[in-house]
C-alpha cells in the first residue's frame, strides 16, 4: 500500500503538453509573420530582427499562458519548430513579393539568435520564492 518512493513515482509520471499555450504560441508566430509581411509590403524596409522573432514571441505567449512554468523538452520542440516554420514562410513570403532580407549569414544569426534566447526563456524556471528583479522583496 506504501508506495516507498512516492516522489519519484509521481516525477517520472509525464506531464500532457498544453495544447492551449502551445496552439495561442502558434497564433502569436502567425501574428507576428502577418505583422512581418505587411510591415514589409508597406514600408519596403528589411525589418532584421524579425527572423529571430517568431521564436520569442512564441516564448513570451507560452510563458505568459502557462504563469511562467518552465517548458517541457517536447513543448520546447514543438514552439522551436513553430517558429523556424514561421520564420521559412515569412523569409519565403517577404522575398516573394520582391524586398530582399539582410545577407544569409546575417540573417542566419538572427535566427539562431532567436531560437536560443526562446529556448533558454522556455527553460529557465519560474521564480518562485519571490526573491528576483521586480518582486519587490528585499534581499539580505
Known amino acids: 500500500m506504501n508506495d516507498p518512493m512516492p516522489i519519484l513515482s509521481q516525477a517520472t509520471t509525464p506531464r500532457p503538453m498544453a495544447v492551449v499555450a502551445l496552439a495561442l504560441a502558434a497564433a502569436g508566430v502567425a501574428a507576428t509573420v502577418a505583422l512581418w509581411v505587411v510591415l514589409s509590403s508597406i514600408t519596403g524596409l528589411i525589418y532584421h530582427f524579425l527572423p529571430g522573432a517568431t521564436f520569442l514571441v512564441a516564448a513570451w505567449v507560452f510563458r505568459q499562458v502557462e504563469h511562467g512554468r518552465r517548458a517541457g523538452w517536447p513543448e520546447l520542440a514543438v514552439i522551436g519548430a513553430t517558429g523556424a516554420t514561421g520564420t521559412i514562410l515569412g523569409g519565403v513570403l517577404v522575398a516573394g513579393m520582391g524586398r530582399e532580407l539582410d545577407a544569409a549569414p546575417v540573417t542566419w544569426l ?17 521564480p518562485s520564492d ?11
Open 110 to 126: 538572427v535566427v539562431i539568435a532567436g531560437a536560443l534566447i526562446g529556448a533558454l526563456w522556455l527553460r529557465r524556471g519560474a
Open 130 to 140: 519571490g526573491d528576483h528583479p521586480g518582486s519587490g522583496a528585499q534581499r539580505s
